[in-house]
């Protein structure tokens, strides 16, 4: 009987703490989402650099061949996932309610609608899974794997080398971007922008005062 | 001279010298004539002893004394002035020390240390801030490369200032080391018709971007004109310049086929809040007016296993850094299995820096 209030007293505390984390945690991920609005919405870069963003990310190991190195994980950059958060039933059992307006904000700009739609790549049975072409789910932190379906080329060169950004310096082991760093997947083509400089004196030398 | 036993890099001069010598007016192949005792005054000087044990006639010696003397007169009334305070007296010190300091390239690790803290302390006393100041040496098994991606690269220029910033160029008159070459698609690599000065939104229809900056060559044409070896290619191959041995002649300038020099014109400009205080002494330290300048892939950067500021800056990933000597490195991957080229490759100076598309 004298055991019961410190049980009480501990699971409460237990609780507390995990509040306490969660809160912590939205309002990191709050942050980051709104750092990379505003890098969105600035003239100068509308590209976003996981560098200038500071964010602490963890890396995950990528092994295809005899080539293996780092990249950042996905997951924790969503600002939605787990999806299953929402999505606890299939998508199907979705449509027919009001939960059809959610994601509006997403308008997939990726290929024709005759080869792919949302489904092409997310597992309406599974929504915390990606998957191939022929059904096998994905892991969203692998997302390159979905890539590489139709995007072989960039992806032989982002194995070698040759494509995506390497991060934070030349010494082994070797830290890249992967595919969705810098290409959204609904819309991976990249807007034009303005420079970030302009040379006037260069402009007055050449030209004559 | 002893041809084993020195440092630097001479025009072979003495065998024509020999040769003079073996058909002068006495006839002699050795001694008895004066011009026979060239050859014994010849060993080794260093630092110092370029100046102070250098023999010398009686007219020259009178030359040098007056100018020491003229010097000394200056130092001293400045050094043990009773007006004079302990800063400026301290400066006076340090700067008598700098000025006869020997080339960057032959000191000891010591000496490198010591000019290291005369030119903190200097810059401490001149700006009342501090800057950490590296004589780091190029790491083992390291040469440095680079690749550029022509298909990648869109113009943005993000590199430029980031260049600038990371390497306190002067701002006044805009220096950048990094020039982005807008090129029309099919017109072939024709610098003449390009334009490096564009504004206007990128990346531009039917044009691609190219970037070009010192690219390190291994057969450097610029270190063999110098007159005064105050640029050398380092173990790591990195091209540096000692800025405190450059005379301002602008012979590397003339000599670089790929416009990767600079020169200060005017004594260079960085507001106080702006200047990077990680520097290194052959690289971003604060220039002087009449040096030469240049990239140095940022070796206060890159010697740390840092990517140079170029790199980091990019966001397409156009640029690709590395160790030439790992093959493992991304460089590496690029160079063997892309069609990578060189700017000027029959020049012979072996760039190392390529351009490659996808």
């Not at chain 1, 792919?116 to 049975?125: E, F, N, Q, Y």
């Not at chain 1, 599974?126 to 969203?140: A, C, R």
């Not at chain 2, 250098?54 to 030359?63: E, I, L, T, W, Y």
């Amino acid at each position: 009987m004298k055991q019961q209030p410190r049980h009480a007293i501990l699971i409460l505390l237990v609780a507390l703490l995990i509040c306490c984390e969660k809160t912590e945690d939205n309002a990191a991920y709050s942050k980051i989402s709104k750092q990379v609005w505003e890098k969105r919405n600035s003239p100068q870069q509308s590209l976003i650099s996981i560098d200038s963003l500071a964010i602490q990310f963890s890396l995950i190991q990528v092994g295809e061949g005899h080539k293996s190195f780092l990249i950042p994980d996905r997951k924790s950059q969503l600002n939605s996932y787990a999806c299953s958060e929402c999505h606890r039933h299939p998508l199907p059992a979705f449509e027919e309610t009001i939960h059809k307006k959610a994601h509006w904000n997403i308008v997939l700009q990726h290929a024709k609608k005759s080869t792919m739609d949302c489904r092409t790549c997310h597992d309406s049975k599974s929504m915390n899974h990606l998957k191939s072409l022929t059904g096998v789910g994905i892991d969203f932190d692998r997302s390159y794997q979905l890539c590489r379906q139709c995007h072989f080329p960039q992806f032989k060169d982002w194995i070698g080398g040759a494509h995506g950004k390497q991060l934070e310096g030349w010494k082994p082991p070797r830290r890249s971007m992967t595919c969705t760093n810098c290409h959204s997947p609904h819309k991976p083509s990249i807007e034009k922008r303005w420079p970030a400089r302009f040379n006037t004196q260069k402009e007055v030398e050449r030209k004559g005062k | 001279m002893d041809s084993e036993n020195k440092k630097w890099f001479s025009i072979p001069l003495s065998k024509i010298k020999e040769q003079v010598k073996a058909s002068c007016n006495c006839g002699k192949t050795s001694g008895g004539c004066s011009s026979h005792q060239e050859a014994e005054k010849d060993k080794r000087k260093d630092g110092f002893e370029q100046i102070f044990n250098a023999s010398m006639d009686r007219r020259n010696a009178f030359k040098q004394l007056s100018t020491s003397l003229l010097l000394g007169v200056g130092a001293l009334s400045s050094s043990c002035s009773l007006t004079a305070d302990n800063e400026t007296k301290e400066k006076a010190q340090l700067n008598w020390e700098e000025q006869f300091k020997g080339n960057y390239k032959l000191m000891t690790p010591a000496e490198k240390k010591e000019t290291v803290e005369r030119l903190v302390r200097l810059h401490q006393l001149e700006t009342a801030s501090n800057v950490q100041l590296s004589s780091e040496d190029a790491q083992a098994d390291v040469l440095f490369g680079y690749a550029f991606n022509i298909s990648k690269c869109q113009g943005y220029m993000d590199c430029v200032n980031a260049c600038v910033k990371e390497n306190n160029q002067d701002r006044n008159s805009q220096m950048q080391y990094i020039r982005i070459h807008e090129m029309k698609e099919g017109a072939g690599f024709n610098f003449n018709e390009s334009d490096d000065n564009y504004y206007h939104e990128v990346p531009a229809e039917g044009h691609f971007y190219m970037g070009t900056q010192c690219f390190h060559c291994e057969n450097p044409p610029c270190v063999d004109v110098c007159p005064v070896q105050a640029t050398w290619k380092e173990p790591d191959g990195i091209v540096v310049i000692d800025y405190d041995w450059c005379v301002g002649c602008r012979y590397c300038m003339a000599a670089c086929p790929y416009d990767g020099r600079r020169f200060n014109w005017s004594t260079p400009k960085v507001s106080a809040s702006e200047v990077n205080k990680k520097q290194h002494y052959l690289g971003n330290r604060m220039r002087k007016k009449g040096v030469m300048e240049k990239c140095t892939f940022c070796i206060q950067r890159s010697r740390k296993g840092m990517n140079p500021a170029c790199v980091e800056a990019c966001p397409t990933g156009a640029r690709i850094f590395g160790n030439l000597l790992d093959p493992n490195s991304a460089l590496r991957w690029v160079l063997e299995h892309k069609k990578v080229f060189r700017l000027k490759e029959d020049l012979g100076t072996a760039p190392k820096f390529w351009y490659f598309m996808d």
